[in-house]
């Protein structure tokens, strides 16, 4: 693997870890009716997991 496929691969394992937690948070939000909070949580959520699909697709990463 080279530096650019590990750093690649840590990115996207830190993409997949911060939707997770987002999405954790976002729950909380919802739950206490803190709604423009929970739609920005929501936002950071689908961001990182949408760099986590992109670092997974880049064929030079591969």
């Known amino acids: ?8 691969s840590l990115a996207r394992e830190a993409a997949e870890y911060i939707a ?4 954790e ?3 909380m939000a ?3 009716r803190l709604d423009l909070l929970r739609y ?3 936002m950071a959520r689908d ?3 949408m760099i ?3 670092r997974l697709q880049r064929p030079e990463d591969r």
């Open 40 to 42: 920005l949580l929501e």
């Open 20 to 23: 997770t937690l987002a999405q």
């Open 1 to 8: 693997m080279t530096d650019t496929n590990r750093d690649s």
């Open 30 to 32: 919802a739950a206490q």
């Open 25 to 27: 948070l976002a729950t």
């Open 52 to 54: 986590a699909v992109e």
């Open 47 to 49: 961001e990182a997991r």
